[in-house]
């Protein structure tokens, strides 16, 4: 990844991290939890591993990677970081629930950014009992999925939910598209 499109990448995650402590402060403080300082380019750092040693090998030479596969990507990178520590090893728990959370806002508000205009944030709340029960299923995954190593984490078929989370949102006419 060139020097210029990482530091605009990590400067969109700090973004994104900003927003996600500014919602959830009052749950890492009550948990004791805090994030690494530097986990926008942790995250960056290890998406550009996933990106360069994994994704490249299967898409052409000349395009880019699509918007699903990049909010994936930046998911389970998150995911694999793991930015949210706990202090208390009986917080671990809490620790997996915020990490998964990051990660789904960090892969989720990367796809927003990029595919729409004027978007508010959308909380699954408002989605109708299936795209909720959808969503539970991927946060099941992003928690207790064995994510151990970058090559082994399944960026091609996550990005699929990311598709369909587009489709979704459009189908429910709940954003406008760029």
Known sequence: MPLKDKDKRISE????????????????????CTIF????KRITNAYEV?????IKRYINEESRAQIYKVASGLELATVYVRPIRSSSASNDTIETNL???????VGGAMLLQERFTNFE?????????ECYAVYQNH????????LDALPN??????SIYWQSYEVILKLDGMLSQN
């Open 13 to 32: 995650i700090e973004i994104i991290v900003d927003s996600f402590l500014a919602e959830y402060s009052g749950l890492l403080d009550k948990y004791s």
């Open 37 to 40: 300082p530097d986990a926008a």
């Open 50 to 54: 996933l990106l360069d040693d994994y």
């Open 99 to 105: 990490n998964a959370i990051l990660a789904y806002c």
């Open 121 to 129: 944030p959308i909380f699954t709340s408002s989605l109708d009992d």
């Open 139 to 146: 946060m099941e995954f992003l928690r207790y999925a064995l």
């Open 153 to 158: 984490l399944p960026t091609f078929s996550n």
